[in-house]
């Protein structure tokens, strides 16, 4: 931190940004259709992926008697997710995004709803489909954020002029 201090102190900002007037946001969301339809899925992914994550230590800990591997279980599952990311940037490259964002929401319900059927105390076979049911983990996040890029590319285009308030929104 002290090195960055010193090797480069602050530039002074040259411009001074007005305050978005109140409700700039919900307008911008009023009016933008494609903002409005990828704000949806965001909210509902991140629903699900906070229940998911909520109940994730909880489920392995006490049902499956996995108390000391859970953990373990969790870094397996985004060690997946991560290196699921070069699958999915190629897939909404080929498929689409939207159409990509709709397989790995498929494959993710699918796979953590066989969650259940896992054998109690079986480090082994929780792993694996940890392995299985992380590889889409990211996607949906990675997806969502690039879709919202173009929708603020789209409204820049469309207005001629960059939205302060839309990019904040998205």
């Not at 230590?57 to 991560?82: D, K, P, V």
């Not at 940037?89 to 259940?116: D, E, F, M, N």
């Not at 990675?142 to 001629?160: F, K, T």
Request: with cysteine.
């Amino acid at each position: 931190t002290a090195s960055c201090r010193w090797a480069g102190p602050e530039r002074p900002i040259a411009e001074h940004r007005a305050k978005a007037a109140p409700g700039a946001a919900w307008k911008a969301i009023a009016e933008n259709a494609a903002l409005r339809a990828i704000l949806a899925p965001d909210f509902l992914i991140g629903v699900s992926q906070g229940v998911t994550g909520a109940l994730f230590l909880f489920y392995f800990q006490h049902a499956l008697g996995l108390e000391g591997q859970s953990s373990i279980i969790l870094l397996i599952y985004f060690a997946s997710g991560l290196a699921g990311v070069p699958f999915w940037v190629a897939a909404g490259q080929r498929l689409g995004k939207h159409r990509a964002l709709q397989v790995a929401c498929g494959w993710a319900a699918i796979t953590l709803a066989c969650i259940p059927i896992l054998p109690a105390g079986n480090f082994a076979a929780a792993a694996a489909a940890m392995v299985v049911a992380g590889l889409a983990s990211a996607a949906p996040t990675l997806l969502v954020r690039s879709m919202m890029g173009d929708v603020v590319d789209a409204d820049e285009l469309a207005s001629g002029a960059a939205s302060a308030t839309v990019r904040g929104v998205a």
